[in-house]
């Protein structure tokens, strides 16, 4: 069965980085679309970036001068990087495949 595993979230303080990873297993990742979600306390779940398996990425506006989200289809593994960290970016961070399977997420935690 299809199994996604996030990875590297944690405590960073504003202007900080930090990358983060999903481990894919059970389908045929290179020939998928991946993403990568988040949700706040109180909040619905949101796109934050799109990948699909041509390699062709898509970033909410809001923060593609600050986001990039990657793949490396040998290690079936998506990632996301994320740069210039601001406290409103505090949320689980979530993968998927877009059908229907997600992760148990990642908190990524941004104060001071």
């Known amino acids: 069965q299809v199994q996604l595993v996030e990875s590297g979230g944690g405590l960073v303080q504003p202007g900080g980085s930090l990358r983060l990873s999903c481990a894919a297993s059970g389908f045929t990742f290179s020939r998928f679309p991946m993403g990568w979600y988040r949700q706040a306390p109180g909040k619905q779940r949101d796109l934050v970036a799109t990948?699909?398996?041509?390699?062709?990425?898509t970033v909410v506006h809001s923060l593609e001068d600050r986001f990039t989200i990657s793949r490396d289809n040998a290690q079936n593994t998506v990632y996301l990087q994320m740069n210039n960290l601001k406290p409103e970016d505090t949320a689980i961070y979530y993968c998927?495949?877009?059908?229907?399977?997600w992760g148990q997420g990642t908190q990524v935690t941004v104060s001071s």
């Open positions: 998927t495949e877009f059908r229907g399977s």
């Open positions: 990948i699909l398996s041509s390699g062709a990425t």
